[in-house]
Structure formats: structure tokens, C-alpha cells
């Protein structure tokens, strides 16, 4: 069974930082791009980071120095380290498991964040 396990959302303040897990299990994630996404209410889901296979890395414009993704191979986990979060990064992020070659997509359940004083 194909599963992604988000965890580490939550509440803090403007400022502060955050990391995201991703537990990945029931495939090879480590042959899979893997990204993290958002979807603020009212907004489409967005591409925050993502890292390919190799540990390659690219981002959003929007969390560019601030956001770090990065994977632990060994563990099949994927980590999002927010920091200097602002009200705007409020949304349910999602991981991402990607292998374009073989048309296959995975989606975990999504976490929420939430920056608010």
C-alpha cells in the first residue's frame, strides 16, 4: 500500500519556524521526485519545493531563503524546514511523490499550518 504521512504542522507565531515530515512507504521513494505543496482556502495548491531523485532542489519564489527541502534516504522521509513563517504562509501543505517516466503520482493527506500572533 502506496502511503504519505505528513506530520510537524501546527500554530505559530509570524517569526517562527517550523519543519514538515513526509514518511513515505509501500514504493521506492527514493527513485521519485518528491515536493511539498500548499492550497490556502480560496486558492488553487501551490508548488512550494520540491527535490528529484538525485537531491537536486528548487522552491517557490515566495519561500526563497527561508524554506530548506531536503531527504533522508535511508528513513524514505522528506523534511520541509520553515523558517521566518509569515501570515501568508497559512495553508494545508501536502507532499508529493512524482515519477514522471512511469505517469505516477502520489498525494498525502495534507497538514495544516498556521502563522498567527
Known amino acids: 500500500q502506496v502511503l504519505l504521512v505528513e506530520s510537524g504542522g501546527g500554530l505559530v507565531q509570524p517569526g517562527g519556524s517550523l519543519t514538515l515530515s513526509c514518511a513515505a512507504s509501500?514504493?521506492?521513494?527514493?527513485?521519485?521526485?518528491m515536493s511539498w505543496h500548499r492550497q490556502a482556502p480560496g486558492r488553487e495548491r501551490e508548488l512550494v519545493a520540491r527535490?528529484?531523485?538525485?537531491?537536486?532542489?528548487n522552491y517557490a519564489d515566495a519561500v526563497k531563503g527561508r524554506f530548506t527541502i531536503s531527504r533522508e534516504y535511508a528513513k524514505n522521509t522528506v523534511l520541509l524546514q520553515m523558517n521566518s513563517l509569515k501570515p501568508e504562509d497559512t495553508a494545508v501543505y501536502y507532499c508529493?511523490?512524482?515519477?514522471?517516466?512511469?505517469?505516477?503520482?502520489?498525494w498525502g493527506q495534507g497538514t495544516q499550518v498556521t502563522v498567527s500572533s
Open positions: 508529493n511523490a512524482n515519477w514522471a517516466l512511469l505517469h505516477q503520482d502520489y
Open positions: 509501500g514504493f521506492p521513494s527514493s527513485r521519485y521526485a
Open positions: 527535490i528529484s531523485s538525485s537531491g537536486s532542489t
